[in-house]
């Protein structure tokens, strides 16, 4: 038995003896004198699914996590299990709105269900100090810091000033929105055939040559370079004309 299935069984003991009973014989509609035992069920899901999302969302130091844990359908009608296992995929790391899976694994009938929780990670960002239309290029008085659900949206959000002076809004933002990579326009480096200083990495060493770019070097993306002795390499523009080549 792993540790979650362990960790869902002595939440299941925590409740009422007849809740126990009612998870071995199975769920089915209850009637409305059975919300008690309903609402204990519900809290030994919700408190496995907390456990589980907590340990796997991975938060960084000084983050702080809220999970909501939502609903199984209250028409499902499952088999009699005496062991129930909460999981998520392997490496999976649950941010935002998602599900946790809830598997019988001892019983007549095998079967697998979904729980939807939303997990929540707030710290400290960049948001728009008053509504930006998009199309705006930004400056530092339409920048300052709060606490954000780093979590709501894709995108990585901004969270120094060098990331965001200067660039673009591709889409309107409301006041207090944050500010992520997904919604300004990527910071040109360079142009092709600008003169770009190359910076080669490897274990331990670093090389720095000059070549000619090939292609536009957008912040963080894959640009082909042409060295002095005409060879043609693929790094990263990650500065003013500048590309960083891993070996």
């Given amino acids: 038995m792993n540790s979650n299935t362990l960790l869902f069984s002595r939440a299941l003991r925590r409740v009422a003896p007849a809740l126990f009973a009612a998870l071995l014989l199975g769920l089915a509609p209850l009637r409305a004198e059975e919300a008690p035992v309903a609402q204990a069920l519900a809290q030994a899901f919700e408190e496995q699914a907390r456990s589980l999302a907590l340990e796997s969302a991975r938060p960084a130091d000084g983050l702080r996590v809220e999970i909501e844990v939502g609903r199984l359908n209250p028409r499902l009608r499952l088999a009699s299990c005496a062991q129930v296992e909460p999981y998520l995929p ?10 946790v899976g809830l598997r019988c694994l001892s019983g007549p009938t095998r079967w697998n269900v979904y729980l939807p929780i939303t ?7 960049l948001v728009a100090s008053s509504a930006l239309a998009a199309g705006t290029v930004l400056t530092d008085a339409d920048l300052q810091e709060a606490e954000v659900d780093l979590a709501a949206e894709h995108g990585m959000v901004l969270t120094d000033a060098e990331q965001a002076v200067g660039r673009t809004l591709t ?4 006041a207090g929105d944050a500010l992520r990579s997904s919604n300004v326009r990527a910071r040109q480096w360079f142009a092709a055939g ?3 200083r190359l910076v080669a990495i490897g274990t331990g060493f670093s090389v720095e040559g000059q ?3 090939i292609s536009v070097g957008l912040d963080g993306s894959q640009v082909r370079v042409r060295t002095e002795s005409g060879r043609i390499v693929t790094g990263l523009a990650t500065g003013e004309r500048e590309v960083e080549v891993r070996l």
Avoid: Q
């Fill in 171 to 174: 889409r309107m933002v409301s």
């Fill in 211 to 213: 070549g000619r770019a």
């Fill in 119 to 125: 997990v929540k990670v707030f710290g400290p960002a």
């Fill in 194 to 196: 600008d003169t770009v």
């Fill in 90 to 99: 392997n490496g999976f790391k649950p941010w935002g709105r998602t599900r």
